[in-house]
């Protein structure tokens, strides 16, 4: 199978020599949904931050497609197809949220801008109605909108997505999965950090647990809602395998 | 009462104000304090009265003034040549240090590098041209006659001319263009703007280049209105710093209204206090933004 996103043996770390993510390997296929759980500390975020370009990479592989990332700085990799939308601080605050759209939509080729831009605010209506609204002055639940909407005029392959879900109702996390999905749908590769873990069960086509920042369990969300492992790693109890 | 003092604040502030343009943007883009922006004021009066000279030895006669103003065209075209230069030189001055420290150490080391590199550009010009204060024209002008007793000289309304002129283009630019809007989120935020495909690294050249140009500007405008020292830059650090955390860091109409107001309180000081009370105005000013509203009049609360 072609992978939209194929990261093998990652060590990455803010210091070199303290790896945080140590050995992580995840591959995500074009239209497919994968959820990274894993506890406080797992490397989880550090993971997409690494994948995007804002955190050292000290070994091990991340590709796009056949473009290979490690060498490329942050903004090439959105260039070449990398959305990442961060948990916190995802949208430019002093910017009205047009303009947050048009940073992303810049980046692009010219021809089709538009469409692109009419594309994500079908998909986000609620956005479009607020283009000239400062996006430091929308809720939790349209900011998030608005990061996956910016994220979209950037032409993605693959889009990560860390911890979507935080902070939201139930009610707005619905209605963003179900965005979410329909990207998927569309042909987009989607890596998302979860800490909710019924939520990601519920979107996810597939699961990959991190522990200490290294692969513990993958598999279908349905194979390991009966797997006692997980259940394990996440209410603390003791399995051998260390957590 | 007269209200000269007012239209001489007005003519300091325009001057500030440009330079202040430069301070605001590359505190806000590069987050740190820049001390050698003044230098590129007096590199920038330098190197344009150094154009026009050579262009006065290729034309075998000195750049011819246009009545009213005491320079001409020729003066301008070199104004501008000398504009891009210091930008250059802000740009090289980047690569060579301030890079190398933005990716290796803190905000305070760049600061203090700074400081380095103010001291080595003004002894550079002292090398070069000696500390003697030199002048682009020694014709005399009148001053014209304007409302309420006021009088201004036509290069005085000139550079309050150029200075709305390149204001509203500043503005323009920042607010409505694509590098304009690029320089705005790398302020907020270089990480997200980075994810979102901006190049960072671009947007800090651009930053460094309009900076360093309209110091240009305002040193040519300093030297117009006083005369061309070495020191000139330097000593308009602080009110440049005033005017822009008066007017909010980052935000460039800020910096332009700041910098009207450290001029015009700069003015009124030495009208009804005294001139030994000019300096201190602009700590005045700083010390009460800080307390009273940190962000300045049109910058974004913390």
Request: with cysteine; proline share 4%.
């Amino acid at each position: 199978m072609n992978l939209a996103l194929a990261v093998d043996g990652l060590i990455a770390g803010y210091e070199p020599g303290t790896p945080i993510v140590a050995g992580a390997s995840v591959g995500v296929a074009p239209g497919e949904i994968v959820a990274v759980l894993g506890p406080n500390g797992a490397g989880k975020s550090t993971l997409l931050k690494a994948v995007a370009g804002l955190v050292p990479i000290q070994s091990g592989q991340v590709r796009l497609g056949e473009a290979d990332l490690i060498r490329e700085p942050a903004h090439r990799r959105a260039a070449l197809g990398l959305g990442y939308v961060p948990q916190l601080e995802n949208v430019f605050a002093a910017l009205s949220v047009e303009d947050n759209l048009a940073l992303a939509a810049d980046v692009g080729p010219r021809a089709g801008r538009h469409a692109q831009l009419q594309q994500a605010l079908a998909l986000f209506p609620e956005i479009g109605l607020r283009r000239r609204q400062l996006a430091g002055r929308l809720s939790g639940g349209q900011r998030q909108m608005l990061a996956v909407a910016r994220a979209l005029l950037g032409r993605p392959r693959v889009l990560l997505l860390d911890e979507p879900s935080a902070g939201l109702s139930p009610k707005i996390v619905g209605e963003l999965f179900t965005r979410i999905r329909a990207i998927a749908r569309g042909g987009v590769g989607i890596l998302l950090v979860e800490q909710n873990v019924r939520a990601a069960r519920a979107i996810a086509d597939r699961v990959v647990v991190l522990v200490q920042g290294q692969n513990r369990l993958e598999g279908t969300p349905a194979a390991l809602e009966r797997d006692p492992e997980l259940a394990a790693l996440y209410i603390g109890r003791a399995t051998g395998a260390g957590a | 009462m007269n209200l000269q003092f007012l239209m001489d604040g007005l003519v300091v502030g325009a001057t500030l104000a440009l330079g202040a343009t430069g301070v605001t943007l590359t505190y806000a883009n590069l987050r740190f304090a820049n001390f050698a922006h003044g230098e590129f004021l007096s590199w920038g009066a330098y190197l344009s009265m150094t154009l026009a000279g050579l262009a006065g030895s290729l034309l075998g006669a000195p750049l011819a003034a246009r009545e009213p103003f005491s320079i001409g065209v020729g003066l301008l075209g070199c104004a501008l040549v000398a504009a891009a230069l210091t930008g250059g030189l802000a740009l090289l001055i980047d690569a060579v240090l301030f890079r190398r420290l933005r990716e290796r150490g803190t905000a305070v080391t760049a600061v203090m590098a700074s400081f380095g590199v103010s001291m080595a550009l003004r002894a550079l010009l002292e090398a070069l041209y000696t500390t003697r204060p030199r002048y682009y024209s020694q014709e005399l002008q009148i001053a014209l006659p304007l409302a309420e007793g006021m009088r201004a000289t036509p290069d005085q309304l000139a550079v309050c001319a150029v200075t709305v002129l390149l204001a509203t283009g500043v503005t323009l630019l920042i607010g409505r263009t694509a590098i304009g809007r690029r320089m705005r989120a790398v302020a907020e935020n270089p990480s997200l703007a980075a994810v979102v495909g901006v190049d960072v690294a671009a947007v800090i050249r651009a930053t460094w280049l309009l900076g360093g140009a309209l110091a240009a500007v305002a040193g040519v405008a300093l030297g117009l209105l006083v005369q061309v020292r070495p020191s000139m830059g330097a000593e308009l650090l602080l009110p440049m710093f005033a005017a822009a955390i008066v007017g909010g860091i980052g935000s460039v109409p800020g910096a332009l209204i700041g910098g009207v107001i450290v001029g015009v309180a700069e003015a009124t000081t030495v009208r009804f206090i005294g001139a030994e009370w000019r300096a201190a105005v602009s700590f005045a000013l700083l010390i009460a933004v800080l307390l009273v509203r940190p962000s300045g009049l049109f910058g974004r609360r913390a």
